[in-house]
Antibody
Framework: QVHLVESGGGVVQPGRSLRLSCSAS????????MHWVRQAPGKGLDWVAY????????DYADSVKGRFTISKDNSKNTLYLQLNSLRAEDTAVYYC???????????????????WGQGTLVTVSS | DIVMTQSPDSLAVSLGERATINCKSS????????????LAWYQQKPGQPPKLLIY???TRESGVPDRFSGSGSGTDFTLTISSLQTEDVAAYYC?????????FGQGTKVEIK
């Protein structure tokens, strides 16, 4: 079955960096686009970033654009999120999630999150 | 950005009774190319990640009990739990994937009355 396991979270000072990883199993990782979604303590869900199945295209929320970088190593079945210039408001549980959808002919449709990891907590504090 | 607004923020329903959660989008989510609404619903229990319940506004994810149903089109959508069970106590979120950024509603907490 599909399994996503995040790691790399922790406590970090403002302005510092962190790299999160998401190890995937139970499906053909190279066939799927992937997302990062975060949830601040006691708050709702916020989409962070998205990467195409082959890593050729990325998209980011405005709040993290220029500071965070999503990447994907299909040979290692691993998704990454590089977090730079961290701020207190980046404190959250970070989830990786698989992109859900379908393709018909040359067109693909989707963007919901069909499987989620358990999350890794990032705390930005001095 | 497409703004998603859920109502109510919380509701308490007796066991076995119906629970209804509404989700309104600031833009149309019906895509003409495939005639589908780009709207999903998730359930999140305390200390757990979200779980996909419904996608394309009304397609139930495999393994989700049939007491959960999604309806609506365009800008107005509803998640219905036909007969509330103890294990349904959770927060529920709608999410649009018509545009980027993908956006969520603020969530609705469902409790037992």
């Amino acid at each position: 079955q599909v399994h996503l396991v995040e790691s790399g979270g922790g406590v970090v000072q403002p302005g510092r960096s962190l790299r999160l990883s998401c190890s995937a199993s139970g499906f053909t990782f190279s066939n799927y686009a992937m997302h990062w979604v975060r949830q601040a303590p006691g708050k709702g869900l916020d989409w962070v970033a998205y990467i195409w199945h082959d890593g050729s295209n990325e998209d980011y929320a405005d709040s993290v654009k220029g500071r965070f970088t999503i990447s994907k190593d299909n040979s290692k079945n691993t998704l990454y999120l590089q977090l730079n210039s961290l701020r207190a408001e980046d404190t959250a549980v970070y989830y990786c999630a698989r992109n859900g959808g379908y393709c018909s002919g040359d067109s693909c449709y989707g963007g919901y999150f069909d499987y989620w990891g358990q999350g890794t907590l990032v705390t930005v504090s001095s | 950005d497409i703004v998603m607004t859920q109502s109510p923020d919380s509701l308490a329903v007796s066991l076995g009774e119906r629970a209804t959660i509404n989700c309104k989008s600031s833009q149309n989510l019906l895509y003409s190319s495939n005639n589908k609404n780009f709207l999903a619903w998730y359930q999140q229990k305390p200390g757990q990640p979200p779980k996909l319940l419904i996608y394309w506004a009304s397609t139930r994810e495999s393994g989700v009990p049939d007491r959960f149903s999604g309806s609506g089109s365009g800008t107005d959508f509803t998640l219905t739990i036909s007969s509330l069970q103890t294990e349904d106590v959770a927060a529920y979120y709608c999410q649009q994937y018509y545009g980027t950024p993908r956006t969520f509603g603020q969530g609705t907490k469902v409790e037992i009355k």
